[in-house]
Every structure is written in structure tokens, then in C-alpha cells.
């Protein structure tokens, strides 16, 4: 069976600087990866994805992740951090029945 | 284009009673998915729904049911609530059924088990 984790629950940043969160899975084949990001009282927005081609994907606000097969991470990153990012942010694996298996989350909080 | 929409965003009940909730899908969306939210268990997928076919089910047990009109929309059931019931449900919808399809999620309803 498929398995997320995501190893940091809080992290703190100051607004600028940058942001690297992880995100390690198991899967038994080619994996289908996801962020997505949830504020207070929100459902979940996706950040980006990453199905096959190009290791580093782009996603929306600024987002981007890398995938290692090597190391079983798909790690988001952003180059500088706005007060507007904080929120959680959840990585999933996609199974060929289309079910996502989701991280237990990272909870970003940002510095003035 | 409007997003998956989700009511009632809030609900309370008691141990016993039974609840219904709906979804409907970004128009063109005829995959449904469930998802219950806790802070103990996290994200986890309930079933699937496309075409008005349960196509996958979570571990979740029996009282926990769902179903889906020919217009896409979804409700799922959830009888005889328990305290651990209290959770964000969230549905997800997509353009099909292909993996590579695209789940978008709804703000969710909060429930609350008294």
C-alpha cells in the first residue's frame, strides 16, 4: 500500500526567505504526486502536480517541486516567502484506482 | 466557472441520528470523491463515484455509504453518527475517470457529533 510523509508538522519562516518542505512516499510503481495547500475553514487548492517528463514542476503563487525517484521525495519549495503562504500544505500519491493518499500535513507559519 | 460546491457547510447532530450531505461537481465533472478530515487520522479517502458507479471504497465501515445522480451530484450517508464521526468531509470532483484527471476539492462540511 501507498504511504506519504511529510516528517515536519510545524515550520516557521520569516516573510522573504525561502521555503523548503518535505515530502517522502512509497509506491510501488510510477507515482502520480500532488501539493495542495489549505487555509482555515478552507477545502484543499492544488498546488501542482507531477505526472511524468520534467522532474521539476511549477505550480501556481510561486510553487515549485522537484521529484527524486532516487530518494522517494517530491519537495516543495518557494524562493520567498509571502505572510499570505501561511497555511497547511498536505502532499499526496495518486494510486491507479485514483484514490490520493495524503501526508499528515505541514504547518506553515510566517514571520513578519 | 463555478467551483464544487458542498452543503450544508455546517452541521451538528446527535450520537444515533443519521446525516446526509451533499456535493455538486464543477459542471462537466463526472467523478465524485469522498474524503473524511480529523486531526487524529488526517486526510482519508471514503469511495469514488463516476457515472453513478461506486468505483473505489476506503476503509471506512458500512454505516458510511454514498451514491450519485445521473447529473453528477453526490450525496453521502453516514447513519447511526458516533462521536468519531466529527470530522471536514470534503469532496473532490474531476473532468473523468482517467488517473491522470485532476481532483478538485470542495470547502467541505463540518460536522459535529454531540
Known amino acids: 500500500a501507498q504511504s506519504v510523509t511529510q516528517p515536519d508538522i510545524h515550520i516557521t519562516v520569516s516573510e522573504g526567505a525561502s521555503l523548503e518542505l518535505r515530502c517522502n512516499y512509497s509506491?510501488?510503481?510510477?507515482?502520480?504526486l500532488f501539493w495542495y495547500v489549505q487555509s482555515p475553514g478552507q477545502g484543499l487548492q492544488l498546488l501542482l502536480k507531477y505526472f511524468s517528463g520534467d522532474t521539476l514542476v511549477q505550480g501556481i503563487k510561486g510553487f515549485e517541486a522537484e521529484f527524486k525517484r532516487s530518494q522517494s521525495s517530491f519537495n516543495l519549495r518557494k524562493p520567498s516567502v509571502h505572510w499570505s503562504d501561511a497555511a497547511e500544505y498536505f502532499c499526496a500519491v495518486g494510486d491507479a484506482g485514483n484514490m490520493l493518499t495524503f501526508g499528515g500535513g505541514t504547518r506553515l507559519m510566517v514571520k513578519p | 466557472k463555478a467551483g464544487v460546491t458542498q452543503t450544508p457547510r455546517y452541521l451538528i447532530k446527535t450520537r444515533g441520528q443519521q446525516v446526509t450531505l451533499s456535493c455538486s461537481p464543477i459542471s462537466g465533472h463526472r467523478s465524485v470523491s469522498w474524503y473524511q478530515q480529523t486531526p487524529g487520522q488526517g486526510l482519508q479517502f471514503l469511495f469514488e463515484?463516476?457515472?453513478?458507479?461506486?468505483?473505489n471504497k476506503g476503509n471506512f465501515p458500512g454505516r458510511f455509504s454514498g451514491r450519485q445522480f445521473s447529473n453528477s451530484r453526490s450525496e453521502m450517508n453516514v447513519s447511526t453518527l458516533e462521536l468519531g464521526d466529527s470530522a471536514l468531509y470534503l469532496c473532490a470532483t474531476r473532468l473523468g475517470a482517467g488517473r491522470t484527471d485532476t481532483q478538485y476539492f470542495g470547502p467541505g462540511t463540518r460536522l459535529t457529533v454531540l
Open positions: 463515484y463516476f457515472s453513478e458507479t461506486q468505483r
Open positions: 509506491y510501488g510503481a510510477t507515482p502520480y
